[in-house]
Protein backbone atom coordinates (compact mmCIF):
# COMPACT_ATOMS: atom_id res chain seq x y z
CA UNK A 1 0.00 0.00 0.00
CA UNK A 2 2.60 2.56 0.93
CA UNK A 3 4.63 1.29 -2.27
CA UNK A 4 1.25 2.55 -4.43
CA UNK A 5 1.20 5.90 -2.44
CA UNK A 6 4.41 6.68 -3.59
CA UNK A 7 4.13 5.78 -6.90
CA UNK A 8 0.60 7.97 -7.59
CA UNK A 9 2.51 11.15 -5.68
CA UNK A 10 5.40 10.31 -8.78
CA UNK A 11 2.91 10.29 -11.85
CA UNK A 12 1.40 12.97 -10.20
CA UNK A 13 4.42 15.08 -9.54
CA UNK A 14 5.40 14.20 -13.21
CA UNK A 15 2.08 14.43 -15.19
CA UNK A 16 1.12 18.03 -13.52
CA UNK A 17 3.44 20.27 -14.97
CA UNK A 18 2.86 18.96 -18.57
CA UNK A 19 -0.87 19.17 -18.00
CA UNK A 20 -0.77 22.79 -16.74
CA UNK A 21 1.61 24.05 -19.19
CA UNK A 22 -0.67 22.84 -21.91
CA UNK A 23 -4.37 23.81 -20.05
CA UNK A 24 -2.33 27.44 -19.79
CA UNK A 25 -1.06 27.53 -22.91
CA UNK A 26 -4.48 26.61 -24.37
CA UNK A 27 -6.44 29.62 -22.89
CA UNK A 28 -3.79 31.95 -23.42
CA UNK A 29 -1.91 31.44 -26.98
CA UNK A 30 -3.24 28.33 -28.52
CA UNK A 31 -7.30 28.13 -28.32
CA UNK A 32 -7.58 25.03 -30.13
CA UNK A 33 -10.63 23.30 -30.72
CA UNK A 34 -12.53 21.97 -26.82
CA UNK A 35 -12.97 18.79 -28.90
CA UNK A 36 -8.81 17.91 -28.77
CA UNK A 37 -8.78 19.56 -25.11
CA UNK A 38 -10.82 16.72 -24.40
CA UNK A 39 -9.24 14.20 -25.77
CA UNK A 40 -6.16 15.35 -24.55
CA UNK A 41 -7.25 15.39 -20.91
CA UNK A 42 -8.58 11.91 -21.44
CA UNK A 43 -5.33 10.91 -22.87
CA UNK A 44 -3.12 12.25 -20.02
CA UNK A 45 -5.54 10.72 -17.56
CA UNK A 46 -5.11 7.27 -19.57
CA UNK A 47 -1.19 8.19 -19.73
CA UNK A 48 -1.12 8.50 -15.90
CA UNK A 49 -3.17 5.52 -15.09
CA UNK A 50 -1.61 3.23 -17.08
CA UNK A 51 2.47 4.72 -16.22
CA UNK A 52 1.37 4.22 -12.68
CA UNK A 53 0.83 0.52 -13.08
CA UNK A 54 3.71 0.51 -14.55
CA UNK A 55 6.04 1.93 -12.29
CA UNK A 56 4.49 -0.06 -9.48
CA UNK A 57 4.86 -2.95 -11.84
CA UNK A 58 8.46 -2.19 -12.02
CA UNK A 59 8.71 -1.91 -8.16
CA UNK A 60 6.89 -5.13 -7.29
CA UNK A 61 7.81 -7.78 -9.54
CA UNK A 62 11.05 -6.38 -11.80
CA UNK A 63 13.35 -5.03 -9.29
CA UNK A 64 13.20 -7.65 -6.62
CA UNK A 65 13.47 -10.25 -9.74
CA UNK A 66 16.31 -8.59 -11.31
CA UNK A 67 18.29 -9.10 -8.27
CA UNK A 68 17.02 -11.88 -7.47
CA UNK A 69 18.42 -13.14 -11.07
CA UNK A 70 21.78 -12.11 -10.74
CA UNK A 71 22.34 -13.33 -7.17
CA UNK A 72 21.67 -16.11 -7.98
CA UNK A 73 23.66 -16.58 -10.85
CA UNK A 74 26.84 -14.79 -9.01
CA UNK A 75 26.29 -17.85 -6.38
CA UNK A 76 26.58 -20.25 -8.96
CA UNK A 77 30.17 -18.74 -9.61
CA UNK A 78 30.84 -19.87 -13.65
CA UNK A 79 31.84 -17.00 -15.70
CA UNK A 80 30.56 -18.38 -18.88
CA UNK A 81 26.93 -18.46 -17.25
CA UNK A 82 27.12 -14.68 -16.07
CA UNK A 83 28.20 -13.75 -19.87
CA UNK A 84 25.15 -15.66 -21.60
CA UNK A 85 22.49 -14.42 -18.99
CA UNK A 86 23.72 -10.80 -18.64
CA UNK A 87 23.38 -11.06 -22.17
CA UNK A 88 19.89 -12.79 -22.76
CA UNK A 89 18.10 -10.28 -20.02
CA UNK A 90 20.07 -7.42 -21.95
CA UNK A 91 18.14 -8.26 -25.22
CA UNK A 92 14.99 -9.21 -24.59
CA UNK A 93 14.61 -6.19 -21.62
CA UNK A 94 15.46 -4.06 -24.55
CA UNK A 95 12.66 -6.02 -27.00
CA UNK A 96 10.56 -4.82 -24.50
CA UNK A 97 11.36 -1.30 -23.87
CA UNK A 98 8.39 0.80 -24.93
CA UNK A 99 11.15 3.38 -25.65
CA UNK A 100 12.17 1.08 -28.33
CA UNK A 101 9.60 0.90 -30.27
CA UNK A 102 8.98 4.18 -30.59
CA UNK A 103 11.77 5.18 -31.89
CA UNK A 104 12.05 1.99 -34.20
CA UNK A 105 8.53 3.42 -35.42
CA UNK A 106 9.54 6.69 -36.21
CA UNK A 107 12.75 5.93 -37.78
CA UNK A 108 10.73 3.41 -40.24
CA UNK A 109 8.27 6.39 -40.86
CA UNK A 110 10.39 8.80 -41.64
CA UNK A 111 12.73 6.34 -43.92
CA UNK A 112 9.85 4.97 -45.49
CA UNK A 113 10.72 1.64 -44.60
CA UNK A 114 14.74 1.70 -45.63
CA UNK A 115 15.83 0.89 -41.95
CA UNK A 116 12.49 -1.21 -40.80
CA UNK A 117 11.16 -1.67 -37.20
CA UNK A 118 12.08 -4.94 -36.46
CA UNK A 119 15.83 -4.67 -37.93
CA UNK A 120 16.39 -2.09 -35.67
CA UNK A 121 14.72 -3.51 -32.67
CA UNK A 122 16.62 -6.42 -32.75
CA UNK A 123 20.26 -4.59 -33.87
CA UNK A 124 19.80 -2.18 -30.39
CA UNK A 125 18.72 -5.26 -28.53
CA UNK A 126 21.64 -7.08 -30.03
CA UNK A 127 24.24 -4.15 -28.77
CA UNK A 128 22.87 -3.72 -25.15
CA UNK A 129 23.02 -7.43 -24.45
CA UNK A 130 26.29 -7.38 -25.56
CA UNK A 131 27.65 -4.61 -23.62
CA UNK A 132 25.69 -5.88 -20.61
CA UNK A 133 27.79 -9.09 -20.54
CA UNK A 134 30.37 -6.37 -20.62
CA UNK A 135 29.23 -5.01 -17.57
CA UNK A 136 28.93 -8.10 -15.61
CA UNK A 137 32.40 -9.04 -16.92
CA UNK A 138 33.37 -5.35 -15.38
CA UNK A 139 31.89 -6.21 -11.45
CA UNK A 140 33.87 -9.54 -11.68
CA UNK A 141 37.34 -7.99 -12.41
CA UNK A 142 36.61 -4.68 -11.02
CA UNK A 143 37.64 -2.67 -14.16
CA UNK A 144 37.64 0.80 -13.61
CA UNK A 145 34.33 2.39 -15.11
CA UNK A 146 36.50 5.45 -16.86
CA UNK A 147 38.67 2.91 -19.23
CA UNK A 148 35.71 0.86 -20.25
CA UNK A 149 33.83 4.51 -21.40
CA UNK A 150 36.78 5.68 -22.77
CA UNK A 151 37.58 2.56 -24.79
CA UNK A 152 33.84 2.27 -25.84
CA UNK A 153 33.13 5.50 -27.21
CA UNK A 154 36.47 6.05 -29.06
CA UNK A 155 35.41 2.76 -30.77
CA UNK A 156 32.18 5.27 -31.57
CA UNK A 157 33.50 7.63 -32.79
CA UNK A 158 36.11 5.78 -35.06
CA UNK A 159 33.00 3.61 -36.71
CA UNK A 160 31.20 6.52 -37.24
CA UNK A 161 33.92 7.69 -39.92
CA UNK A 162 32.86 5.11 -42.11
CA UNK A 163 28.83 4.92 -41.33
CA UNK A 164 26.62 7.09 -43.24
CA UNK A 165 25.70 10.65 -42.30
CA UNK A 166 21.88 9.43 -41.49
CA UNK A 167 22.64 6.15 -39.24
CA UNK A 168 24.67 8.70 -36.41
CA UNK A 169 21.89 10.62 -34.69
CA UNK A 170 19.22 7.59 -35.04
CA UNK A 171 22.51 5.47 -33.09
CA UNK A 172 23.05 8.01 -30.58
CA UNK A 173 19.10 8.15 -30.00
CA UNK A 174 19.35 4.38 -29.96
CA UNK A 175 21.51 4.58 -26.88
CA UNK A 176 19.03 6.97 -25.37
CA UNK A 177 16.22 4.93 -25.31
CA UNK A 178 17.90 2.31 -23.92
CA UNK A 179 17.89 4.13 -20.65
CA UNK A 180 13.64 3.71 -20.56
CA UNK A 181 11.59 2.48 -17.35
CA UNK A 182 12.10 -1.09 -18.49
CA UNK A 183 15.67 -2.03 -19.60
CA UNK A 184 17.35 0.87 -17.08
CA UNK A 185 15.60 -0.58 -13.76
CA UNK A 186 16.28 -4.70 -14.76
CA UNK A 187 19.96 -3.55 -15.30
CA UNK A 188 20.71 -1.84 -12.14
CA UNK A 189 19.13 -4.56 -10.12
CA UNK A 190 20.72 -7.18 -12.30
CA UNK A 191 24.30 -4.96 -11.16
CA UNK A 192 23.06 -4.85 -7.52
CA UNK A 193 22.35 -8.43 -7.05
CA UNK A 194 25.54 -9.74 -8.58
CA UNK A 195 27.31 -6.94 -6.32
CA UNK A 196 26.27 -8.07 -3.03
CA UNK A 197 27.12 -11.36 -3.35
CA UNK A 198 30.64 -10.45 -4.71
CA UNK A 199 31.02 -8.24 -1.49
CA UNK A 200 33.86 -5.77 0.04
CA UNK A 201 32.85 -2.31 -1.53
CA UNK A 202 31.65 -3.28 -4.42
CA UNK A 203 27.74 -3.40 -3.67
CA UNK A 204 27.42 0.24 -3.83
CA UNK A 205 30.83 1.41 -6.24
CA UNK A 206 29.60 -1.59 -8.77
CA UNK A 207 26.03 -0.55 -8.97
CA UNK A 208 26.69 2.82 -10.58
CA UNK A 209 27.79 2.81 -14.54
CA UNK A 210 25.81 -0.21 -15.90
CA UNK A 211 23.60 1.62 -18.06
CA UNK A 212 26.26 4.08 -18.98
CA UNK A 213 28.15 0.98 -20.37
CA UNK A 214 25.47 -0.77 -21.70
CA UNK A 215 23.93 2.29 -23.50
CA UNK A 216 27.73 2.27 -25.55
CA UNK A 217 26.28 -1.27 -27.67
CA UNK A 218 23.04 0.13 -29.07
CA UNK A 219 24.86 3.10 -30.45
CA UNK A 220 27.76 1.24 -31.66
CA UNK A 221 25.71 -1.58 -33.09
CA UNK A 222 23.40 0.92 -35.62
CA UNK A 223 26.69 2.82 -36.76
CA UNK A 224 27.94 -1.30 -37.62
CA UNK A 225 24.16 -1.46 -39.21
CA UNK A 226 24.89 1.74 -41.26
CA UNK A 227 28.45 0.46 -42.28
CA UNK A 228 27.00 -2.62 -43.70
CA UNK A 229 24.04 -1.23 -45.30
CA UNK A 230 25.69 1.54 -47.04
Known amino acids: MHKAKETIR ?8 VVSVVIIMQFSILHLPEEVMRRFL ?4 MVGGGLFLFLLGVQVGMLPMGELIGSA ?6 LWL ?11 VTVAEPDVRVLALQ ?34 FNIPL ?27 DA ?15 LGVGIAAVLGGNRTTADRF ?22
Open 10 to 17: EVIFAMLP
Open 175 to 189: GGVTTGPMAAPFILA
Open 42 to 45: GGAV
Open 107 to 140: VDLVSSGAISRSVLVYTIALGLGVFVSFAMLRII
Open 82 to 92: LIVFGFILGFV
Open 146 to 172: VYLLIFGYSLIFIVAAFAPLHYIPVSF
Open 209 to 230: GLVALASIGPVLAVLLLGVIYR
Open 73 to 78: IARQGK
